[in-house]
Each structure stands twice: as structure tokens, then as C-alpha cells.
């Protein structure tokens, strides 16, 4: 069974930086393509960004020269730098990745963690 477990969410002031992780977990054989998205309330879940196993990466406009997205391969972790917070980064943030487990690939989703940004 394949997890995936997010940490580094909380309330921080308007300017303020937070890193998020998440790692993935059980019997992966491989792991392709990890992503974080976000959902404010009220409004649909977006793509913040992602990056293949290679290390190239996609950045949202919203937050580009803000987030950065990065992954460490040897410990199935990836990485969500958030710099220079605004209150409408204010979400639950949500990884993802396609794994390979059993011989079959899937999209896997971590449970959310909430990041607050006050003014």
C-alpha cells in the first residue's frame, strides 16, 4: 500500500516563507511525475507545480519567482518552498505523484495540509 504524507503547513504572517514536504511511502517501485496543488475554499483545487523525475520543473504563474518545487529522489520526498506569502496563497495544499507499485502505475494523494497567511 502506497502513501503519502504531507508536513510543514501552518499559519504564517503576509511576507513569511513555509516549506512543505511530502513523502511517499510502502512498496513503490518507481515513482514519475510529483506535483502539488491547492484549494481555497470555495474555489476548484489548482496546479501549483510539478516536477518529473529528471528535475524539471512547472511553476503556476500565481507563484512563479515565489515557490519553488524540488524532489529528492533517494528519499521519495518532494519539496514546496514558499516565499514572500500573500493572504490568497491561503489553502489546503495537496501533493501528488504517479507511482509505480505492483506493477501498476496510479496517481497517489496526500491527505492536504493548511497553510494560512494573515495580513
Known amino acids: 500500500q502506497v502513501q503519502l504524507a504531507e508536513s510543514g503547513g501552518g499559519l504564517v504572517q503576509d511576507g513569511g516563507s513555509l516549506r512543505l514536504s511530502c513523502a511517499a511511502s510502502g512498496r513503490i517501485e518507481s515513482i514519475n511525475t510529483m506535483y502539488w496543488y491547492r484549494q481555497a475554499p470555495g474555489k476548484q483545487r489548482e496546479l501549483v507545480a510539478r516536477?518529473?523525475?529528471?528535475?524539471?520543473?512547472v511553476i503556476a504563474d500565481s507563484v512563479k519567482g515565489r515557490f519553488t518545487i524540488s524532489r529528492d529522489n533517494t528519499k521519495n520526498t518532494v519539496y514546496l518552498q514558499m516565499n514572500s506569502l500573500k493572504p490568497e496563497d491561503t489553502a489546503v495544499y495537496y501533493c501528488?505523484?504517479?507511482?509505480?507499485?505492483?506493477?501498476?502505475?496510479?496517481?497517489?494523494w496526500g491527505q492536504g495540509t493548511q497553510v494560512t497567511v494573515s495580513s
Open positions: 516536477i518529473n523525475r529528471g528535475g524539471s520543473t
Open positions: 501528488k505523484a504517479e507511482i509505480l507499485a505492483g506493477r501498476v502505475w496510479d496517481n497517489y
